[in-house]
């Protein structure tokens, strides 16, 4: 159910986002870059994907407590149980944020949400692929409590498409609605790395769990919001967006003197190494006056290339979702794989870099045996023109392919 209600909200979320481009564009600001929005976008679609299979055990785990270990059994017919449901899950969300913030191996899941260097919708799609692995200890306590499993997701999609709208900066200070709800005015503070941002504002719908327990900060206008992370990724890649904090983490365990350093590694507040490794490669303390976006140069053709070729991948994606239920495992990881794959192709030629030129015509030769393979019995007749008008499209990209890479050698030669 889960997925299925993400699948069926990504057409509004692609929608308001063209309406924030247009107001932004109104405004005469430009909020987004192709190589940040698309990887934004590709992040969360893959975060969808893969939770097809990781929410059977984060929520089977839910499900087990409940049904063997509950102190009481709610009903969910009552209105009092799904007020309290939605104020006790927004409660524990704000520790499961928090403390990702403050504990390594939980920050290198949530920092893919902090990478993007721009705020904009998109960015709120921006999503983790391996926060089901501890994020569900954050929610024990509904299960014990007996909130049913149908109503802990129900309120917990509610926690997250409500966080949906406050990603963005076309929207300014809500006065008293500050106070009392996470705003876009509070959430722009959170995704700061200003020594007066960082690690603020971490309530999911209500910021009052922040005024309770220290964390609140209001955005200053005089101080305008720089966003990111103090450790950049350097990348539009979304698999090594998943990986880079734990290889990260990885690295430095493997290269602690002691146990005990090794184990601190992944406890310890983000940013703490073991002493003689920090000896052996030290890493420059961040300074915002030297903080830098990522910004590799992009050719206009190849960019809409790449934006074309992400509808056509999110296309693909929603077909995975609707459909995978119904496949044999085998089936069902080789389109994973695929999928995974496209992003990652996307991700290098939003960086421009000309290897993966080659990696995605692979990609399309793929993706074009694929489509000829799906083509249904029942149009036997129209295969024949359906299969020209599909290699013919194949090849079109391939040229629309090398006129981006041509113009971005012409550039760099001028």
Excluded at 152 to 168: A, G, M, N, P
Excluded at 292 to 304: C, D, V
Excluded at 335 to 356: D, I, K, V
């Amino acid at each position: 159910m889960y997925e299925k209600v993400l699948l069926w909200a990504t057409p509004v979320f692609l929608l308001l986002i063209a309406v924030e481009c247009g107001v932004a564009a109104l405004r005469h600001r430009s909020p987004y870059r192709i190589g940040d929005a698309i990887g934004s976008i590709s992040l969360g679609a893959l975060s969808t994907y893969v939770g097809v299979y990781t929410r059977l055990f984060s929520f089977g785990i839910y499900v087990a407590l409940y049904d063997s270990a509950r102190l009481a059994t709610l009903d969910q017919t009552r209105v009092w149980v799904w007020v309290a449901a939605l104020l006790l899950y927004d409660f524990l969300y704000y520790w499961n944020h928090r403390l990702g913030h403050e504990i390594n191996v939980l920050w290198a899941a949530h920092v893919v949400h902090h990478q993007s260097e721009e705020f904009n919708l998109s960015t709120a799609l921006r999503q983790t692929s391996s926060g089901f692995l501890l994020s569900w200890l954050f929610y024990v306590p509904m299960a014990l409590a007996g909130f049913p499993p149908q109503l802990f997701l129900f309120v917990s999609l509610i926690d997250l498409l409500y966080q949906f709208w406050i990603h963005t900066e076309q929207v300014g200070s809500l006065g008293v609605v500050d106070r009392l709800l996470a705003t876009p005015s509070n959430h722009r503070v959170h995704h700061g790395v200003n020594d007066e941002y960082v690690d603020r504002n971490y309530g999911g719908i209500l910021i009052v769990w922040d005024r309770l327990f220290g964390t609140f900060q209001p955005e200053l206008a005089s101080v305008p919001v720089v966003y990111g992370t103090r450790d950049p990724l350097r990348s539009w890649n979304p698999l090594w967006a998943n990986l880079h904090t734990y290889a990260t983490l990885l690295r430095d365990a493997a290269q602690a003197r002691t146990w005990s350093d090794r184990l601190r590694v992944f406890v310890a507040r983000p940013g703490w190494r073991p002493a003689g490794v920090a000896e052996r490669a030290p890493k420059a303390a961040f300074q915002l006056a030297r903080y830098s976006k990522f910004a590799p140069p992009l050719p206009s053709a190849l960019g809409l290339y790449c934006v074309l070729q992400g509808l056509v991948v999110l296309g693909m994606g929603a077909y995975f979702l609707t459909a995978a239920p119904g496949w044999p495992a085998g089936t069902a990881l080789a389109w994973l794989a695929l999928l995974a794959g496209s992003q990652w192709a996307l991700g290098g030629l939003t960086e421009a870099r000309r290897g993966f030129a080659w990696v995605e015509c692979v990609r399309l030769v793929m993706v074009a045996g694929l489509a000829l393979a799906l083509l249904p019995a029942a149009i036997d007749q129209h295969w024949t023109p359906l299969a020209a008008l599909t290699i013919t499209l194949a090849a079109g990209c391939l040229g629309w392919l090398w006129l981006g890479f041509r113009m971005l050698r012409t550039s760099a030669t001028s």
